[in-house]
């Protein structure tokens, strides 16, 4: 541990002053960890926009310190972040991300709350065996489901594929590169016949770090896409498939 600037957050302990959070929101976008922070924190300050990495400090009206930060997209940028943030004292993360539902009965629109992760990253292999698990906290998880519950969001809980690219990863081939290789062809189908909800690109790494260095990590994803569909995002629903995502997060970041 340490006192000092971490080089790529931007900022240290001593920057949290006496609010010393526990706990952070974490978003792949750095739009959204300012509009968490904006919009339910008081107090609010900017601890650092480095890198496009925007985080934020404040407290909830009952008076809990928060962090609103951000990840980046994919898994070698969130371990960086998640490295350095279990430095400066955080021990309970909440990602608050966006997916792709890759099953015909989860809309865009609603939220899937990941119970594990298929982890095909590179990042995590560099941090944990192949092997490893990469589960959520059962404690938060079921905190978040329970959330939903209570709002009345439509809700999925199960396990999110996390893999290292939007586009060949997640079988895409409306993009600057039409072919796939051998192994990715089809993946998307396996992966829906073994239960697999949504894509997305952090929560399989966030989770194996969470195991590796001891602290709690769950996950919310927006759906944003609806592959057994279409490739692309839709944008009439995305806005609320994260507030929808957002709003069960703060409920269990309040409790
Ligand atoms: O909306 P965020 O949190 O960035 O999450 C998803 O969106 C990005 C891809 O569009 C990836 O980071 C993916 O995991
Ligand atoms: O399809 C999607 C949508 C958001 N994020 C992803 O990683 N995939």
Redesign the pocket.
Known sequence: MTDKRLYHIGFGREDLGSLSPTMALL???PQ?AGFIAHTYLQDVQVLSENRGLHSYVGHLPNGKPILSAT????APSLSIVVNELVQVGIQKII?????GSIQPHIPVGSIVISSGALCRQGAANDIAPVEYPAAADPFLTVALVKAAQELNVEHYLGITA?VDT?YEGQERTDSANPNLIRKLEGITEEYRKLNILN?????GTLFKMAGVYNFAAAAV??V?AQRTVAEN?IFTSKDIA?SNAILTAMRVASE
């Open positions: 978003s792949g976008d959204r990840s980046g997209m994919g990602r608050i991300g966006t997916c996390s939007f894509y997305e690109m952090e929560a994803c927006g944003v995002i994260i």
